[in-house]
C-alpha cells in the first residue's frame, strides 16, 4: 500500500513548518509518557535556541510506506524527559481507510512535537538525545533538533575550553565515565546544531563546525553507524525565555584563512597574543576561537604541514630556536593539537627577533608575532 499523495503533501506541509507553536494553534491533546520504539524526536522550543524545525527525515518515516511503529517525543531542557509517546494501532480495514488512519496519525505525532515546551532551566542535549536513543529501540530512528549549546554537565560548554576540545577528547571523556548516548543500530539525525538565537551570541563559522563535528562525534561513538546532518539553517527567533538558559560565551577570533600555502600572521596584539614576558594566552578562549579554522583545515588535509615561527622585540640575546620565541611558536602548535590536528602536521621554530629594525612600542608589538606557514 502506498500512501496517498494527496496525504503525503498534507502531512509533509505540517512537517516543514516549525515544530513551535503559533499562538493560535490549538493545544495538543494530552499524551502518555511512555516511550513506544520507532521514531524518538528530542525537541522543545527553550530559550537562546530558535524555533525547532524538523528535519525530513520525521517527514519520511511518517509518511513511508513501510510499517510505522510509535513516536516519542523527547523535551529538551535541563532535565530532558518524555513529552508523549505514541504508538500506530492498525485498525481499518480497507485502503483508503488505512491511509487517512496513517494520515491521521502523523497528524497527531507532529501536533504533539509541536506542543512541547521546555519545563527546567538550562539546557542538556546530551541528555535528551541519550533518553530518545533509549526511547527509539532497536533499528530506530533518532533526531535531536537544537542549538546543540548545552549548558549542564557533563558537557556544559560554558566551561571553560571544553568546546575547543577535540571531538575526540570529548568522546573519550564521555566514554570514561559512561555518559554515552546507546545509538548502536540506530539512524541519528542531528538538525539546527549550531544555530542559536538571542540572548545567546551566534557561533561563527568556524564554532559552527566545530559543535556539528562534536556532536556527530558523539552519535558515532555511541555506535550509530548512519549518523546524518540535516542541512537545513534556522536562523529565527526563540519562542520563549523562559526557563531562563545561561548564554554560553564564544569569543569573537580573529579573521584567518587557511589554504595550501597560507602564511598566516598572529601578531601579539590580535587574538593570538601573549602575556608579557610569558608564552601564555592573554585571552585563550579567542586565540582558541581563532585558530579553528587552521586546525580545520588541517584535519581534512592529513597531507598538509604547518610550521610555527615565533618572533620577539628586540631585547636580549637575538636566539634562534630557543626562548621565549621557541616556547610562542610551541603555545600555538600545542592549541592546535587539543583542537585535533596531528601532531605529525605541527612543527615550532624560533626565529629570535622580528623582522622589523628598531625598538619602540610601535616596532616591537610588529616584531612579536607568530607566523604559521601552511603546505602541501
Partial sequence: MRFSSAGRALLAAALLATVAACAEDKPAPSCPTQAQPGLAVAVGARANSPQPALP?????????????????????????????????QAKAKNDTAKK???????????????????????????????????????????????????????????????????????VEQLRASNLLPDTAGKRVVLSGIGYAADPQKQPHPGLQRRLVAIWTAIAKAGGSTDVQVAEQA???AALTDKPAVSPVALPEPDPVTAACGSVIELPDGGAVGFQPDQAVYREPARARSTLVTVAEFLDENPAA???????????????????????????????LRELGVSPDQLTAHGGGWGPYEGTGDAVDQRNRRVVLQISC
Wanted: include cysteine; hydrophobic fraction near 40%; charged fraction near 20%.
Fill in 234 to 236: 534556522n536562523t529565527g
Fill in 305 to 335: 604541514d604547518a610550521s610555527a615561527t615565533g618572533t620577539i622585540a628586540h631585547y636580549g640575546a637575538d636566539v634562534k630556536d630557543a626562548g621565549l620565541a621557541l616556547d610562542r611558536a610551541r603555545t600555538v602548535t600545542g592549541t
Fill in 100 to 170: 487517512q488512519e496513517k494520515h491521521d496519525f502523523g497528524q497527531l505525532a507532529v501536533a504533539q512535537m509541536r506542543a512541547v515546551r521546555s519545563e527546567r532551566p538550562e539546557a542538556d542535549p546530551l541528555g535528551a538525545l541519550t533518553l530518545a536513543a533509549d526511547s527509539a529501540g532497536p533499528g530506530g530512528l533518532v533526531v535531536l533538533a537544537d542549538s546543540g549549546l548545552q549548558t549542564k554537565a557533563p558537557l556544559d560548554f560554558r566551561t571553560e575550553a571544553l568546546l575547543f576540545l577535540s571531538p575526540d577528547k570529548i
Fill in 56 to 88: 525530513k527525515q520525521v517527514e519520511d518515516y511518517l509518511t513511508s510506506d513501510g510499517n510505522v511503529k510509535g513516536v516519542t517525543v523527547v523535551r529538551v531542557d535541563g532535565a530532558p524527559s518524555i513529552a508523549c509517546g505514541l504508538s500506530f
